[in-house]
């Protein structure tokens, strides 16, 4: 089975940007893994922010985009909030109805 | 307000069977796959598998092949995740997500505790 790869943890300043990445150990992630992005603040479920690479739910902040960027999924915060402080998780897709999870980056916002 | 609905909290000893289940409303029940996704302690999330609550298909991750059964029971609007020879490393909170709309909403999390 592929292994999704992401930062363990991150740091960004208020105010500051900060990229987030989503590898897979089978070669460059394409549109074709339809990149989903998650965060999960503590002791809740996680909620969906971006799928598809760049399509964002409707309570997805402005401040989140999605991309693909050298090869990666990658989930860029411009104008970091404290309230953006959580944990944030990729899933792509593999073959046919077949998802795999990244290990999870926690951001801080310090 | 779409919603779903998750069994309680359970414990369990090793080399047993679990089966939790995931009770949604408010949308049409059949028209949407249900996923599965297991969250050890301080861990990531971890696919697991899915079911097609029209006609039962399901599709199984590698790791859990063999050990999990997904169902649907399209008369009660309720997923059920089975799992079999439960380990020490079970323990985790599994929850249900419905493809409504994109990997949204999550049911709210069953915790599965596997102790001796």
């Known amino acids: 089975q592929a292994v999704v790869t992401q930062e363990p943890s991150l740091t960004v300043s208020p105010g500051g940007t900060v990229t987030l990445t989503c590898g897979s150990s089978?070669?460059?992630?394409?549109?074709?893994?339809?990149p989903y992005w998650f965060q999960q603040k503590p002791g809740q479920a996680p909620r969906a922010l971006m799928y598809?690479?760049?399509k964002k739910h409707s309570w997805t902040p402005a401040r989140f985009s999605g991309s693909l960027l050298g090869g990666k999924a990658a989930l860029t915060l411009s104008g970091a909030q404290p309230e953006d402080e959580a944990d944030y998780h990729c899933?792509?897709?593999?073959?046919?109805?077949?998802?795999?999870f990244g290990g999870g980056t926690k951001l801080t916002v310090l | 307000e779409v919603q779903l609905v998750q069994s309680g909290a359970e414990v369990r000893e090793p080399g047993t069977t679990l089966k939790i289940s995931c009770k949604a409303s408010?949308?049409?029940?059949?028209?949407?796959?249900m996923h599965w996704v297991k969250q050890a302690p301080g861990k990531g999330l971890e696919w697991m598998g899915l079911?097609?609550?029209?006609?039962?298909?399901?599709r199984y991750a590698e790791k859990f092949q063999g050990r999990v059964t997904m169902t649907a029971d399209t008369s009660a609007d309720t997923v059920y995740m089975e799992l079999s020879s439960l380990k020490f490393d079970d323990t985790a909170v599994y929850y249900c997500?419905?493809?409504?709309?994109?990997?949204?909403?999550w049911g709210q999390g069953t915790l599965v505790t596997v102790s001796s």
């Open positions: 899933m792509l897709s593999y073959s046919s109805l077949h998802w795999v």
């Open positions: 089978t070669g460059a992630v394409t549109s074709g893994h339809y």
């Open positions: 997500v419905v493809d409504l709309n994109w990997f949204e909403p």
């Open positions: 079911v097609d609550p029209e006609d039962g298909e399901t």
């Open positions: 408010a949308y049409s029940f059949s028209d949407y796959y």
């Open positions: 598809d690479t760049s």
